[in-house]
């Protein structure tokens, strides 16, 4: 190890840890950048009171992995926050119907098939921009595959959640075949539970129909996921009610935890007929087959989306450039990137689905679409399915390599891109649990960026990648000791849950990759994926397609080590240009105190 500090090094790092935190006016986003790209959501600073209008107490969230906290929504339904409680007639009155269930093909990469047997979202809906909010109805049509019988169907609305900046989700009178039922809202409102007037037993389908309004919250805090722009730019990521996950005959309710993504859903079928202002453009997961004028002043599109794990839509004046290749459309939105940047985003996206797809299988959609969106708190980007969000700030940043002297040729907004772009591997079509087991999609996901980074960019910006983009938070917590990797999110601190999850969880991969060899690695990857495509994996189900690939004795003593261990020392990473400053005893405390002070300071 050099044990000479490359003084000139750490200040070109430290400038550009600040530079960053001023440039993005979020002190979080430094880390959230040299972590991973969704790590500087969770930081409290971009958390300011609930409002009043949407009172929330978060249970305190089980310490240990293992527990599975299913609170009961309130049996007694409450008010809407409004008081407003109208039924699906009156709300539908000026609503475009619901569309018929399509063919999900157009939505799928060539010779990919949509299996029926899904949960289906049919929504008509209203997306007015300028008030911030998408009035809809819903229809969904719930296939009930296994389990022991029904007696209640939950709903999300993350919309609720602390970092959802304060938005709103109304639901009117939901009606189940063709009895209306009061819908139950948990204590945090972020879940409401609806009871069946008879129980549904598994090979049966029911459909549930109600009406509901989503709306933007007035909060500066939230990460942007839920926001409207001075200048009329809608952005809906939690924008209808979403079936929670059932697990063996009962509700998956967890309140909203603090580390990482709000994503436990199971992918379905989306279809949607929405009326929105004319001029507007619009962003959204799955593709838009129709276009028509509606009443003056509006247009009504169609979109569907088959696969669909979280179902975002993003509105508002955008400039779009669309680029196709291998018969996969990339359609990149921009509002103020550079036209430079904008076209390098969109060759990026297409490069990373490409070479992912030879890697890992193919990418399963017809099209993807890049949206720039002023993310807040501190997050770079965020993946959906279909569609990936990048924070405007990420796109000053292009030439990482040129700031700190060196030749390789790493850029920030590459880096973010390949990692929203994997998370269509592993998220969209591998799900997880992200509050049990984060670091089954976003371990593999971090790794994934790196090892586009080193396909498009070369060797030498990939070790610089691991150094400072992926490594450093681990560092840093190795001086402290290791901590296991397979914990639930809010079992870690925040640094800890970038430095491990992030940060151990990718080296871990590559470690892999060197203990299996390349040719085994990638088969396990591809088997990883053949095996839970569309479904869930868990960390027994990732060890299990380890030992099928590599031998029970290696796979089990692997995961051991690295996993579900906590013995691992910078002795196991690669060497570091910049982590031997962080085990320096005198200057480690001092650097640890910084990059704290930048996740302390406010936006
Ligand atoms: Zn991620």
């Keep these: 190890m050099n044990h000479e500090a490359p003084w000139g090094k750490w200040i070109a790092v430290g400038v550009i840890l600040l530079g960053i935190a001023g440039a993005a006016c979020a002190a979080g986003f430094a880390l959230g950048v040299l972590a991973g790209p969704e790590l500087a959501r969770r930081l409290p600073a971009a958390e300011p009171a609930p409002e009043a209008a949407t009172p929330r107490s978060r249970p305190s969230p089980s310490p240990s992995p293992t527990a599975t906290p299913m609170p009961t929504p309130t049996a007694t339904p409450t008010a809407s926050p409004d008081g407003a409680r109208e039924g699906p007639k009156v709300f539908a009155a000026d609503l475009p119907d619901p569309p018929p269930v399509p063919d999900w093909a157009v939505g799928l990469a060539k010779g990919e098939t949509a299996d029926p047997d899904r949960p289906i979202y049919r929504i008509g809906g209203m997306l007015e921009p300028d008030r911030g909010r998408l009035r809809g109805r819903l229809i969904l049509s719930l296939p009930y595959r296994e389990g022991p019988p029904l007696s209640a169907i939950c709903f999300r609305a993350w919309a609720h959640a602390p970092s959802s900046g304060g938005a709103r989700l109304e639901v009117g009178e939901v009606w189940v075949g063709d009895q209306a039922v009061r819908p139950a809202w948990s204590g945090d409102r972020t879940a409401f ?123 508002g004046e955008m400039e779009e450039i669309v680029q196709e290749r291998n018969g996969v459309r990339v359609r990149g939105f921009f509002r103020k990137a550079g036209a430079r940047e904008a076209q390098q985003a969109v060759e990026d996206a297409l ?140 079992d870690y601190s925040m640094l800890d849950y970038a430095a491990i999850v992030y940060g151990k969880g990718a080296w871990m991969m590559e470690a892999l990759r060197q203990e299996m060899g390349e040719e085994r690695f990638f088969a396990f990857l591809r088997r990883y994926l053949e095996k839970h495509r569309w479904g869930w994996a868990t960390g027994e189900s990732w060890q299990e397609t380890l030992a099928e690939v590599w031998g029970r004795e290696r796979a089990e ?44 300071a406010g936006p």
């Excluded at 037993?201 to 989503?214: H, K, L, N, Q, S």
């Excluded at 080590?561 to 005198?586: N, Q």
């Design 557 to 600: 003593a692997f995961f051991r080590r690295w996993v579900a261990g906590s013995g691992i020392t910078s002795a196991d990473l690669p060497p570091s240009e910049f982590g031997a400053l962080f085990e320096d005893p005198s200057l480690g405390p001092l650097l640890r105190t910084l990059l704290e002070a930048l996740i302390e």
């Design 193 to 315: 539970t609806v009871t069946l007037p008879v129980p549904l037993r598994a090979g049966e389908e029911i459909a549930i129909e109600m009406p509901f309004t989503v709306t933007v919250g007035s909060r500066a805090g939230g990460y942007g996921l839920m926001q409207k722009t001075p200048d009329g730019l809608l952005v809906l990521y939690y924008g209808y009610p979403e079936l929670a996950r059932i697990r063996e005959g009962r509700c998956v309710l967890d309140p909203p935890w603090e580390n990482g993504d709000l994503h436990q859903a199971e992918a379905a079928h989306f279809a949607l007929r929405l009326r929105l202002p004319e001029g507007t453009a619009l962003s959204a997961s799955g593709v838009i087959v129709q276009e028509a004028s509606g009443p003056p002043g509006w247009r009504e599109v169609e979109i569907v989306a088959p696969y669909v794990r979280n179902l975002v839509l993003v509105a």
């Design 351 to 490: 490069d990373a689905l490409e070479r992912f797809g030879e890697a890992f299988g193919p990418y399963p959609f017809s099209e993807l679409d890049l949206v720039e969106v002023p993310l807040r708190g501190g997050a770079a980007g965020v993946e959906a399915s279909g569609l990936i969000m990048i924070g405007e700030d990420v796109f000053g940043m292009g030439d990482l390599g040129g700031m700190l002297g060196g030749s390789s040729d790493l850029d920030v907004p590459g880096f973010v891109i390949a990692h929203e772009v994997a998370h269509q591997w592993w998220y969209g079509m591998v799900g997880n649990d992200a509050y049990r087991e984060p670091w089954l999609d976003e371990a593999m996901t971090n790794w994934s960026s790196v090892f586009w980074v080193e396909q498009a960019r070369g060797l030498e910006a990939a070790r610089t990648a691991w150094d400072l983009l992926v490594l450093l938070p681990y560092r840093l917590r190795l001086a402290e000791g290791d901590l296991p990797l397979n914990l639930s999110t809010d």
